[in-house]
């Protein structure tokens, strides 16, 4: 099993439409959890962190479920930049090392169509 | 505020010669990330750095790899030699010091490997 998964895509909405990915993770001990963004042929950038009572920044929400080892980002009236591949990171501590270690999902492919 | 510095952005080489990628961190960040990211593909970590000593090289091919960061600010990723499968973009990125919470990473824009 990976240690991240996301689901790769693409989805296809219509502009306007509210869409929903999931990132699964199989390391209880994960600590913290991130959305990038990443467009074609472009650096991934932050989108927003996850935090353990879920948080909204506009359009965009972001839910942590512990229990079930998944993060979520919802993102309600889907604009034509949206489109743009999502990377779900997820980050644990290692005792050995002293330092947290970030995984990267493979990435969701949304495409907003006109 | 500036952000992640790399270079080169493109480089096409053919097999088994050398290349050398450098990057420029933010300002007071840390900790320092090498990933490699193939078409299709999350990044994956080949090294990371905090101030001037490794603290994960385990998925680095150290048999043709190679990373320093002396003054524990800009690095250089070395690959010598290098084989068809070493094209991908290598990204560099930065954070703040994570012994003490995950913080977020920032990202160059990447150096774009191609070997033929």
């Known amino acids: 099993r990976k240690e991240v998964e996301q689901d790769p895509g693409p989805f296809n909405v219509p502009e306007g439409a509210t869409v929903a990915f999931n990132c699964t993770y199989s390391?209880?001990?994960?600590?913290?959890f991130f959305w990038y963004r990443q467009d074609c042929r472009k650096e991934p950038k932050l989108l927003m962190s996850?935090?353990?009572s879920g948080n909204e920044d506009g359009r965009f929400t972001a839910q942590l479920n512990r229990a079930s080892q998944y993060i979520s980002l919802l993102i309600r009236d889907s604009k034509l930049s949206d489109s743009a591949t999502y990377l779900c990171?997820?980050?644990?501590?290692?005792?050995?090392?002293?330092?947290?270690?970030?995984?990267f999902g493979t990435g969701t492919r949304l495409k907003v169509l006109a | 505020e500036a952000g992640v510095a790399q270079s080169p952005r493109y480089k096409i080489i053919e097999k088994r010669q050398s290349v050398a990628f450098w990057c420029n961190p933010i300002?007071?960040?840390?900790?320092l990330y090498w990933y490699q990211q193939i078409l299709g593909q999350g990044p994956k970590l080949l090294i990371q750095?905090?101030?001037?000593?490794?603290?994960?090289d385990s998925q680095l091919p150290k048999d043709r790899f190679s990373a320093e960061r002396l003054k524990g600010v800009d690095s250089t990723l070395k690959i010598q030699p290098a084989k068809l499968e070493d094209s991908a973009v290598y990204l560099c990125?930065?954070?703040?010091?994570?012994?003490?919470?995950?913080?977020?990473?920032?990202f160059g824009p990447g150096t774009r490997l191609t070997v033929t």
């Open positions: 990125a930065s954070s703040l010091v994570t012994s003490g919470r995950a913080y977020e990473q920032y």
């Open positions: 390391n209880s001990a994960s600590q913290s």
């Open positions: 996850v935090y353990s």
């Open positions: 990171v997820v980050s644990t501590f290692f005792t050995t090392s002293g330092t947290y270690k970030y995984i």
């Open positions: 300002s007071g960040h840390a900790t």
């Open positions: 750095f905090q101030n001037n000593g490794v603290v994960d």
